[in-house]
Nanobody, 120 residues
């Protein structure tokens, strides 16, 4: 059974920091691209950051210079360090694992999401 379990969300003041964690099980983690997405109320889900299995990293423009994504292949985990948080970062953050198999079929899994609220 595949599981992606996020943790680390919560309430933080503007300018503060949070670190999200996503622990994966049931997949060959090292083969997967890992990503963080977020969805604010009334808005579409958007990519925050992703790290490919080779280590290549991409950030949304809105979080560049503030957020850092990292992966620990030894512990099947991916992290999102969020600094200088703003009210507009408030959203449900979800972990995503994505893999294209040998037949060209996309295999994708999602975590349940963790709420991040930035407010004074």
């Amino acid at each position: 059974q595949v599981q992606l379990v996020e943790s680390g969300g919560g309430l933080v003041q503007p300018g503060g920091s949070l670190r999200l964690s996503c622990a994966a099980s049931g997949i060959a983690f090292i083969m997967y691209q890992m990503a963080w997405y977020r969805q604010a109320p009334g808005q579409q889900r958007e990519l925050v950051a992703r790290v490919r299995r080779g280590g290549d990293i991409l950030y949304a423009d809105s979080v560049k210079g503030r957020f850092i994504i990292s992966r620990d292949n030894a512990n099947d985990s991916v992290y999102l360090q969020m600094n200088s948080l703003k009210a507009e970062d408030t959203a449900v953050y979800s972990c995503n694992a994505n893999y294209i198999n040998g037949l060209g079929v996309e295999v994708e899994y999602w975590g349940q999401g963790t709420q991040v609220t930035v407010s004074s």
